[in-house]
């Protein structure tokens, strides 16, 4: 069988997508894995969502530029699917950040390998947890079907659609807005113990109450966040489980 250029060009262009999507897919595309195993993954991958269907005898291959407009067309597409996954992990690190930032443990900075950045401790727990959770619902697998249904929702060389900012600046803060619900539970129990200790401080002003509410609001955010879990651990969940359909909602389907 002879490959002409215009089906290797057309091969190119769908390993373009898939390649922009591995670099936001959660644990298989982060950074302690090595470029080279990423690489065959994304080429696997475009073999097997996209079997070779040769073309029309007499197909022209397409000209230099135009292939280079269809190599951004399709970069901007993966990267919408992709960097709604980064965002929706984004939340859950919201939700960390608030509570480091309310309890103290923001001030131990602890930086973790497997994402590439540092935070507090609570940072790692949540990161981890829904690492976690993520593969327990076999997260990576629903990822790959999202990048398969790209293709159904916008074909390989085709005109990007029309993207909504309304719709795209509603998600990302539906997004903030579920990290901060992730992490109200606490924060509302520390703001209780802040407005004691102002009622405190006033009752009694020989009492060291900014020491004393140190260790008080490192007990309490821990017993605050294992309490907390029963309900923030299913909110997380759906989190995880619509990051494919808001991916695909950028770049069609409603």
């Given at each position: 069988?002879?490959?002409?250029?215009?089906?290797?060009?057309?091969?190119?262009?769908?390993?373009?997508?898939?390649?922009?999507?591995?670099?936001?897919?959660?644990?298989?595309?982060?950074?302690?894995?090595?470029?080279?195993?990423?690489?065959?993954?994304?080429?696997?991958?475009?073999?097997?969502?996209?079997?070779?269907?040769?073309?029309?005898?007499?197909?022209?291959?397409?000209?230099?530029?135009?292939?280079?407009?269809?190599?951004?067309?399709?970069?901007?597409?993966?990267f919408f699917v992709g960097y709604v996954a980064e965002c929706s992990f984004g939340a859950i690190q919201v939700a960390a950040n608030f509570l480091g930032a309310n309890t103290g443990f923001a001030a131990g900075q602890i930086l973790n390998p497997t994402f590439g950045s540092s935070g507090s401790a609570f940072d790692s727990l949540y990161l981890i947890t829904a690492t976690l959770i993520f593969l327990a619902l076999d997260g990576h697998l629903l990822y790959i079907k999202a990048m398969a249904i790209s293709f159904e929702v916008v074909p390989l060389n085709h005109a990007l659609p029309q993207f909504s900012l309304e719709h795209t600046a509603r998600m990302f803060a539906t997004l903030v807005a579920s990290g901060v619900y992730l992490a109200l539970p606490v924060i509302a129990a520390l703001v209780l113990t802040d407005v004691s200790a102002g009622l405190l401080a006033r009752v009694a002003p020989q009492v060291q109450v900014y020491f004393l509410m140190i260790d008080v609001k490192l007990i309490l955010s821990l017993v605050g966040v294992a309490i907390a879990f029963v309900i923030t651990l299913p909110f997380m969940r759906d989190i995880l489980l619509q990051m494919g359909p808001r991916g695909l909602s950028l770049i069609g389907t409603q």
């Open positions: 069988m002879i490959i002409s250029v215009a089906e290797l060009q057309m091969f190119f262009l769908a390993f373009c997508r898939i390649a922009m999507m591995m670099i936001f897919m959660p644990v298989l595309g982060g950074i302690t894995i090595p470029t080279q195993v990423r690489l065959v993954t994304a080429i696997l991958l475009t073999m097997v969502m996209l079997p070779w269907q040769p073309l029309p005898t007499g197909t022209a291959a397409m000209p230099t530029f135009e292939v280079g407009m269809a190599i951004v067309r399709e970069m901007v597409v993966g």
